[in-house]
Each structure stands twice: as C-alpha cells, then as structure tokens.
C-alpha cells in the first residue's frame, strides 16, 4: 500500500532551488543567463503559495545569494541577477561628491542647508518625463 502525501509548504532554501532551477532551464547554455524578471503571479505559482510575505522572500533571497543570485523587487516586478554580473558595473564613490560639492556643500547637507528641491528633478523616473510631452 502506497503511502498518501499530504501537500506542504516549500521552505526557503527549496524555493531558491526551484527557482534556479528554472532559470537553468531557461537556456541550454549554462551559466549564460545574468539576469530574468519575474512576477509576483510566477513566484507564487513556482513556490505554492498564495501570498509571499517579506520575511520569507528575504530568506529565500539568502539562498539565492548563497548560489550566485540576488532577487529583489523593482517596483512592480520581481528581478534576478546574477551577483557575479554586479561586479563588472560602474562603481559610485561618495568621494565624487565630495569633489563636485567642496566639503561647504557636504556641511549644508549634514546640517539641512543643502537645496534639494534644486535637484528633485532628479526623482523623476524616464516614463514619467515622457508623460509630460
């Protein structure tokens, strides 16, 4: 006699592999992809579960890393990339602020004399500059 299997709740580490493994599947070329987008509705499907609850993406996001993948959410997606591919990026340096503003400007940040409404422009996203033609 066959023993009946109840279903149960996919734990952290194994949704991490469950999800590398699909992205290993996504190419024949192993290693070749660095980065995919995935939804909610994905995630949830891939993981079994109705909702996903910040504290157990933040551990499943701890795995991940600990194969070579960061995941976060990017507004209105989920993103995956390979944390190796990170490393080739250009790197910012508070030091080039420091040189653009002269240490008088970097007083007026810390002490709130610094104009941010000058540069709030900033905070626009590119689709929200196109809105405006």
């Given amino acids: 006699m066959r023993k009946v299997e ?3 709740l996919l734990n952290a580490q194994e949704c991490a592999i ?6 290993e599947l ?3 070329d192993p290693g070749s992809t660095t980065r995919v987008r995935l ?3 994905t995630l949830r499907r ?20 600990r194969g070579g993948w960061t995941l976060f959410f ?5 993103a995956a990339i390979r944390t190796s591919a990170v490393l080739n990026w250009s790197r910012l340096s508070s030091n080039r602020l420091l040189d653009d503003l002269g240490t008088e400007d970097v ?25 405006s033609d």
Wanted: glycine fraction near 6%; aromatic fraction near 12%; charged fraction near 30%.
């Fill in 6 to 8: 109840h279903p149960r």
């Fill in 18 to 23: 469950v999800l590398l493994r699909l992205i």
């Fill in 26 to 28: 996504r190419s024949p």
């Fill in 39 to 41: 939804s909610e509705l």
């Fill in 46 to 65: 891939l993981w079994g579960r109705h909702r996903l609850e910040r504290d157990f993406v933040e551990e499943v996001q701890e795995w991940l890393f």
């Fill in 74 to 78: 990017a507004g209105t997606t989920y």
């Fill in 107 to 131: 007083r007026f940040i810390q002490n709130g004399g610094f104009d941010f409404a000058k540069h709030a422009r900033l905070l626009a996203s590119d689709a929200d500059t196109c809105d």
